[in-house]
């Protein structure tokens, strides 16, 4: 079975946030752990997933807001990682001062072209992080499938995600994705562009 790698945002996804409960429901996930999760460093946070990719390659990255722009930067940076699919749960907009806060900002821009692994971003109609319009065009870019839950804010504790069993279907979709992929390897998709 392919590895999970579970990549929290700031704050790190407490106990009872799904990211949490997943980790601990699934035997084949693994939480990339930060130094310091009110603080984020894009370069220290990137070599932190790049080093957990490398000892998991072919895992599928599961990201929740900053660290979907994680996510996103890492493998842009590092292209010769072997990133299976990336399920992105409610992306923060790091290219907005409005929705997000300033030491937040270089982990932007996301990236405009298609990612070379299969990945599912899903969004909120009231997440006041980035808006659904902005989460479905960026989705478009990716060529990545899109998932609109509907108003239901930032898809954390917050606004009521204990474990979300309907996410682990999700993310059950995109690992049968992975294996049928026909998708090339990080390194050839982006020598193409």
């Given at each position: 079975?392919?590895s999970v790698l579970i990549v929290p945002g700031l704050g790190g996804s ?134 609109n839950l509907g108003p239901v804010g930032h898809i954390n504790v917050k ?35």
């Open positions: 079975m392919t407490g106990q009872e946030h799904w990211q949490s409960h997943w980790e601990r429901a699934l035997s084949d996930s693994h939480r990339v752990q930060q130094r310091d999760w009110d603080h984020p460093n894009l370069t220290e946070w990137s070599y932190r997933l790049a080093h957990a990719v490398e000892q998991r390659p072919g895992a599928i990255l599961v990201g929740h807001s900053l660290g979907c722009a994680l996510i996103l930067r890492v493998a842009l940076a590092w292209r010769d990682l072997r990133i299976g699919g990336a399920l992105l749960v409610a992306p923060a907009d790091v290219e907005s001062p409005q929705r997000t806060p300033r030491h937040t900002w270089e982990f932007g821009p996301f990236p405009r072209t298609a990612l070379p692994f299969p990945a599912t971003v899903v969004a909120s109609s009231n997440d006041p992080y980035m808006s659904l319009e902005r989460a479905h065009v960026l989705a478009i870019a990716w060529r990545a499938n899109f998932i606004s009521g995600f204990g474990p979300w069993p309907a996410g682990e279907k999700l993310l059950d979709a995109l690992r049968r994705e992975v294996r049928t992929s026909g998708r090339p390897k990080v390194a050839d998709a982006y020598a193409a562009q």
